[in-house]
T-cell receptor, first 113, second 117 residues
Framework: GQQLNQSPQSMFIQEGEDVSMNCTSS?????WLWYKQDPGEGPVLLIA?????ELTSNGRLTAQFGTTRKDSFLNISASIPSDVGIYFC?????????????FGQGTRLTINP | GAGVSQSPRYKVAKRGQDVALRCDPI?????LYWYRQSLGQGLEFLIY????????KSGLPSDRFSAERTGGSVSTLTIQRTQQEDSAVYLC???????????????FGQGTRLTVV
């Protein structure tokens, strides 16, 4: 089945640094979504991408849908303490009839003050 | 409602007990998804509903797991004869419509944390 490889698994950075994480898939996806999950909460949608090459920003967050349709990245600029959490990529495979979202294993972001 | 609502938030079940987990999707959302998240892990797909039908139930781990959706709204995930390995957070999500493009984004509830003892 479709799998997403998300990296890095964890990041330890200083406040104010920029962050970059990415996801790659073994097959073509037609949707990429990025979520953030805080402890004890459900994932919260950050950015949605629908077209190859699409670059979308949401405040300090920027995400891109790779031109090969098999990858996506998320950047966070000038990190702040509230950015701490687990970030998940999710994609919808292009296989006909596939509606489920496939998730990466997450990137745990820790910020040192 | 304003968001996806799940109940209960926490459930402790004795091994062998049946449990029912409820999901109220965002009003007007036609697609509904159930996922399972074990401690420190990613999200594992369980089942997807379009309206009241489930075109994809490929993620249900065994026949002890079942789900239904009524009135195109509320969904219930039922686990029969619970086992310790069923302990996890069960997350529900809904989207306005299935397919691709705008309005297919999935919004999640807070989840139900199930602990089987």
């Amino acid at each position: 089945g479709q799998q997403l490889n998300q990296s890095p698994q964890s990041m330890f950075i200083q406040e104010g640094e920029d962050v970059s994480m990415n996801c790659t898939s073994s097959s073509i996806f037609n949707t990429w979504l990025w979520y953030k999950q805080d402890p004890g909460e459900g994932p919260v949608l950050l950015i949605a991408l629908y077209k190859a090459g699409e670059l979308t920003s949401n405040g300090r967050l920027t995400a891109q849908f790779g031109t090969t349709r098999k990858d996506s990245f998320l950047n966070i600029s000038a990190s702040i303490p509230s950015d701490v959490g687990i970030y998940f990529c999710a994609g919808r495979p292009i296989i006909q009839g596939a509606q489920k979202l496939v998730f990466g294993q997450g990137t745990r972001l820790t910020i040192n003050p | 409602g304003a968001g996806v609502s799940q109940s209960p938030r926490y459930k402790v079940a004795k091994r062998g007990q049946d449990v029912a987990l409820r999901c109220d999707p965002i009003s007007g959302h036609t697609a509904l998804y159930w996922y399972r998240q074990s401690l420190g892990q990613g999200l594992e797909f369980l089942i997807y509903f379009q309206g009241n039908s489930a075109p994809d139930k490929s993620g249900l781990p065994s026949d002890r797991f079942s789900a239904e959706r009524t009135g195109g709204s509320v969904s219930t995930l039922t686990i029969q004869r619970t086992q310790q390995e069923d302990s996890a957070v069960y997350l529900c999500a809904s989207s306005y419509r299935p397919g691709t493009g705008a309005n297919t984004e999935a919004f999640f509830g807070q989840g139900t944390r199930l602990t089987v003892v």
